[in-house]
């Protein structure tokens, strides 16, 4: 049996909670990762850049075979005022732009970028089984989702883009974080009628769905998510069984409100996503229920 070619990744947002997942599984896979990064470089396989000022050594995106793009800024800190969306649009998009413009001046552009994005861009569709046949919705975050994927859009024809629509990555750390540790102290809550779904993936699977797609055939859009879909009761109480802890909260829709929009889109939004096209590749998820993800979480795995 051939061996399974190695290859040179380089990877923005490469600190981050999935950033740092998927180093780990390139290089145990035997991949040469290379890391953007905004401050001087204080290791070898480190490269400076400042997106925002659109300055980096553009040959480097000549001589890997992959770009992987991570970067932007948190949705998960609340309230979105006008200068935080600006900041969350900014995070997202500017990198982006520099990347694929990276891309357009090298005779021999990567084979692939594998650009983030993000299940928002369905906004809430309750009743609906979502696909990435499904249109955008309505909105502040489907609007920045699209322009997210447009600046991806900007590469090179001949670099195969795909756009990775990232559901809340369950992981310490991740989205759900609050949910555990409010849980963890005998909090835990139902969001007003917990009948909303509430799009996940486990971290493993995450980063593992990422390196599935640097040699799949895939391209254009692709939901990252679990293929058991799960509301967001039955999320908030696995937390609490999964952790022996008490789960007698409601809080209503109205308190939920008084968080602003970022509350609401975060927490009442009901988006039923299916990774219809990751499934239709072969991927094999490891936590294919939000149990599953959630024991591992409670365990120290993830």
């Known amino acids: 049996?051939?061996?399974?070619?190695?290859?040179?990744?380089?990877?923005?947002?490469?600190?981050?909670?999935?950033?740092?997942?998927?180093?780990r599984q390139l290089r145990d896979d035997g991949h040469e990762v290379l890391k953007l990064v905004r401050r001087r470089p204080s290791a070898d396989d480190e490269i400076n850049w400042a997106p925002s000022a659109r300055t980096m050594d553009f040959r480097i995106v000549g001589e890997v075979d992959?770009?992987?793009?991570?970067?932007?800024?948190?949705?998960?800190?609340?309230?979105?005022?006008?200068?935080?969306?600006k900041t969350l649009r900014d995070s997202r998009v500017q990198p982006t732009q520099a990347l694929a413009e990276a891309m357009n001046q090298v005779a021999t552009p990567p084979q692939v970028f594998i650009s983030g994005s993000a299940v928002g861009i369905y906004g809430d569709r309750p009743g609906e089984r979502i696909t990435e046949e499904s249109a955008p919705g309505t909105g502040f975050f489907p609007e920045l989702v699209t322009a997210w994927e447009a600046a991806a859009a900007l590469a090179p024809r001949k670099t195969r883009v795909v756009n990775i629509r990232t559901s809340v990555v369950v992981a310490r750390g991740g989205g759900l974080e609050p949910v555990r540790l409010l849980t963890g102290v005998g909090l835990g809550s139902r969001f007003a009628t917990g009948g909303q779904f509430w799009p996940w993936i486990s971290l493993f699977d995450e980063a593992a769905a990422i390196r599935h797609l640097l040699t799949s055939k895939l391209s254009g859009p692709v939901n990252l998510a679990g293929p058991v879909p799960a509301t967001s009761d039955r999320i908030t109480h696995a937390y609490a069984a999964r952790m022996n802890?008490?789960?007698?909260?409601?809080?209503?829709?109205?308190?939920?409100?008084?968080?602003?929009?970022?509350?609401?889109?975060?927490?009442?939004?009901?988006?039923?996503?299916?990774?219809?096209?990751?499934?239709?590749?072969?991927?094999?998820?490891?936590?294919?229920?939000?149990?599953e993800a959630i024991d591992a979480v409670v365990a120290g795995e993830e």
């Open 245 to 291: 802890r008490p789960y007698l909260f409601r809080i209503p829709e109205g308190v939920v409100k008084l968080l602003g929009e970022a509350g609401e889109r975060l927490l009442l939004d009901s988006a039923r996503v299916e990774p219809a096209r990751l499934e239709a590749d072969g991927f094999r998820w490891r936590h294919r229920t939000v149990e």
């Open 1 to 23: 049996m051939a061996a399974k070619r190695t290859q040179r990744v380089l990877i923005a947002g490469a600190s981050g909670l999935i950033g740092t997942e998927l180093v």
């Open 66 to 85: 992959a770009v992987i793009n991570l970067s932007g800024a948190s949705v998960g800190r609340i309230p979105w005022t006008p200068g935080y969306r």
